[in-house]
């Protein structure tokens, strides 16, 4: 999946917050840069930016794609300079309220009730990372991860989010739970890039493992060929030889060992409008929450099932509150269609003549099996 809808808000927000002036075009991005940026990325006062490599040359645009010289620069610049700022959510009235409800799967028309018990200014703490995955290729990914100081919560916000409804504002100067909120977000990081980490690592291992197997295989034949071809040949060949293939399986190791690092490019404190909930369901029951006006998330919901926080949400009885991962779907319940069971006979075919099962099974071995092995 292209990472263009990801970098761009991203590239533009940091040149920009360096002080340079950003035309976004059709096709290109173009930039006026100040001395401190032309001295800092090495780029002249006015160049262009692209995010498709097929358009890099024109203009002699500057490419921008994970790993690309320009993005690595940018990038060492915003962490050196430790890029902060303050913003505020410049939203009104309180037809948000009722977006948000609905955007959480739980509007007026679901039947759940909402009555707002105040709403007062809040304050997140949004934390920009980058996400980098080395083996033998490389992958780069940023993330933003929202944290509620005053809830003790954390939630990830879609990179492409728009941030029109962000103005700057003054920094209040409150940073004491900055520490606390860092900590959350880095939590909240490691748990959304688990599942990505642990199949970039499974698949390295697994590369791994067939490049050492390939190894031992090349050079166990030659060193039986050697003793074949001359059984009292020199012990320095066979010596000179091996040390080869140990130097070849370090390099192997260097090359496939997989590594995950993660580095904060930025932190925004954002002023925001939160409304204070009271949801009643049709059951009768209720719940408190709180929903804030940018980032939309309806917090303190928990999973009947599941105990999960995340939304979208989904009410029907009597399986109560519930995800939308652990929701009931209405095929949930229905047979699924597909193939008979293996002992029902074919339709016009006799249960005699159906073909026996092989009482051993499959002989096909996982990747996964192989990537459990010790390594060399």
Not at 18 to 26: K, R
Not at 35 to 41: F, I, K, M, Y
Not at 68 to 73: A, I, N
Not at 196 to 201: L, N
Request: glycine share 10%; net charge neutral; aromatic share 6%.
């Amino acid at each position: 999946m292209s990472e263009t809808p990801r970098l761009q808000p991203f590239v533009v927000e940091a040149l920009t917050d360096l002080g340079a002036v950003v035309s976004p075009g059709e096709s290109l991005v173009w930039v006026q840069a100040p001395e401190s940026v032309q001295h800092d990325l090495e780029v002249p006062a006015n160049f262009a930016l692209t995010f498709d490599a097929e358009r890099s040359r024109e203009f002699e645009a500057e490419l921008v794609a994970p790993g690309s010289y320009f993005l690595e620069r940018l990038i060492a610049v915003v962490a050196r300079r430790g890029q902060w700022d303050a913003a505020r959510c410049a939203v009104s009235g309180t037809d948000w309220i009722l977006s948000g409800l609905r955007e959480s799967g739980l509007g007026p028309e679901t039947g759940v009730r909402s009555h707002v018990d105040g709403i007062e200014d809040g304050l997140l703490w949004l934390f920009a990372f980058r996400v980098t995955l080395l083996s033998d290729e490389k992958r780069e990914s940023f993330h933003l991860v929202a944290v509620s100081p005053s809830e003790r919560c954390a939630w990830t916000v879609d990179p492409v989010r728009p941030d029109q409804e962000l103005i700057p504002h003054p920094s209040s100067g409150n940073s004491a739970d900055l520490e606390a909120g860092y900590r959350l977000a880095a939590e909240s990081l490691r748990s959304i890039t688990a599942g990505e980490v642990d199949r970039f690592r499974t698949r390295s291992l697994g590369l791994l493992e067939e490049e050492v197997r390939r190894i031992f295989g090349y050079f166990d034949r030659t060193i039986e060929g050697l003793r074949e071809s001359d059984p009292d040949g020199s012990q320095e060949l066979l010596r000179a030889v091996m040390a080869e293939r140990d130097r070849r399986l370090s390099e192997a190791v260097e090359r496939f060992d997989p590594k995950a690092a993660a580095s904060l490019c930025s932190i925004r404190a954002i002023q925001v409008p939160t409304a204070r909930l009271r949801l009643g369901f049709p059951d009768g029951s209720g719940t408190d929450a709180r929903l804030d006006g940018w980032s939309g998330r309806l917090r303190g919901l928990i999973c009947s099932n599941c105990g999960g926080t995340d939304g979208p949400w989904r009410w029907s009885p009597p399986e109560g509150l519930r995800c939308a991962t652990c929701a009931p779907t209405p095929a949930g319940s229905a047979r699924p269609r597909g193939r008979p069971p293996s002992d029902t006979p074919r339709r016009g075919m006799r249960a005699g003549e159906a073909s026996a099962r092989s009482p051993r099974g499959s002989r096909a071995r996982s990747r996964g099996a192989s990537a459990g092995r010790r390594r060399p």
